[in-house]
Antibody, heavy 118, light 107 residues
Framework: EIQLQESGPGLVKPSQSLSLTCSVTGYTITSGYDWSWIRKFPGNKMEWMGYISYSGSTNYNPSLKSRISITRDTSKNQFFLQLNSVTTEDTATYYC???????????WGQGVMVTVSS | DVVLTQSPATLSVTPGERISLSCRASESVDTYLHWYQQKPNESPRLLIKYASQSISGIPSRFSGSGSGTDFTLSINGVELEDLSIYYCQQGNSLPFTFGSGTKLEIK
């Protein structure tokens, strides 16, 4: 069974960096698919942030392009989100998900709530 | 960016009703349109892919239709467990975008 699980701090101070890990079991992230980060803001708006592909290439939402980095550790079957210079507007629940270009996000993690506050 | 407009924002329903939720795209997304259900404190669950293709394990009362810019998610006989927020998402062009959601409530 494919499972994704996010982990990371639930509280980040403004201007600092947000770092999250997505651990994948049941599927090897280098075998196929794109591996995305998606967030849901208070008020229910959803935003796709970016993905790292099975080959290691990345694509980011232009709204975040200067602040975001998605990397991976293939030996641990994990991928990571780093979002720099956070503000209170980055407060959201962050999800990792598996998908394809054109296709749906078919597996999701349970989500991790991150609050940006001093 | 492709803007997806979902309507209505909230829908009050009676169990057993047949209902339709709308998702309209600001430009054509062909059939690269997917529907998700999100219950409180849960992660989104894929309901329909490529506008009308069913997903294994999803009840047959859920169906999707449409192409281009106009899409519909139908629930034939709403059940109490269907009370959720429903999102559409397009995969036709980057950045991938989501609709603002339709919240299903009990009347």
């Amino acid at each position: 069974e494919i499972q994704l699980q996010e982990s990371g701090p639930g509280l980040v101070k403004p201007s600092q960096s947000l770092s999250l890990t997505c651990s994948v079991t049941g599927y090897t992230i280098t075998s196929g698919y794109d591996w995305s980060w998606i967030r849901k803001f208070p008020g229910n708006k959803m935003e796709w942030m970016g993905y790292i592909s099975y080959s290691g290439s990345t694509n980011y939402n232009p709204s975040l392009k200067s602040r975001i980095s998605i990397t991976r550790d293939t030996s641990k079957n994990q991928f990571f989100l780093q979002l720099n210079s956070v503000t209170t507007e980055d407060t959201a629940t962050y999800y990792c998900a598996r998908g394809t270009y054109y296709g749906p996000k078919d597996y999701w993690g349970q989500g991790v709530m991150v609050t940006v506050s001093s | 960016d492709v803007v997806l407009t979902q309507s209505p924002a909230t829908l009050s329903v009676t169990p057993g009703e047949r209902i339709s939720l709308s998702c309209r795209a600001s430009e054509s997304v062909d059939t690269y349109l997917h529907w998700y259900q999100q219950k409180p404190n849960e992660s989104p669950r894929l309901l329909i892919k490529y506008a009308s293709q069913s997903i294994s394990g999803i009840p047959s009362r859920f169906s999707g239709s449409g192409s281009g810019t106009d899409f519909t998610l139908s629930i034939n006989g709403v059940e109490l467990e269907d009370l959720s927020i429903y999102y559409c998402q397009q995969g036709n062009s980057l950045p991938f975008t989501f609709g603002s959601g339709t919240k299903l409530e009990i009347k």
